[in-house]
């Protein structure tokens, strides 16, 4: 599947979906609500809400997102 990009106003997020596990991780973290798991996958659907704390980073065991401000 690859790495998917999202670009938002302030920042760029990417996701290995050769990583990514669908464990929830990043949506349960997120204190904004940026991430969804669509089709057993994290999905960035509110990408402009999110005030760069890299929270998805830091808790994400797969290691699969890459966050343009962390």
């Known amino acids: ?8 106003d302030k920042v760029t ?3 290995d979906y050769d990583k990514c596990n669908g464990n929830g991780a990043c949506v ?3 204190p ?8 057993e996958k994290s999905v960035p659907i509110a990408i402009d809400e999110c ?4 929270a998805c980073v830091e ?3 797969m290691e699969a997102i890459e966050h343009s401000s962390c």
């Open 28 to 30: 349960e973290i997120c």
């Open 51 to 54: 005030i760069e704390c890299c």
């Open 13 to 15: 997020i990417k996701i």
């Open 59 to 61: 808790n994400c065991p």
């Open 32 to 39: 904004t609500n940026v991430y969804v798991l669509q089709k």
């Open 1 to 8: 599947m690859g790495i998917r990009t999202w670009e938002g």
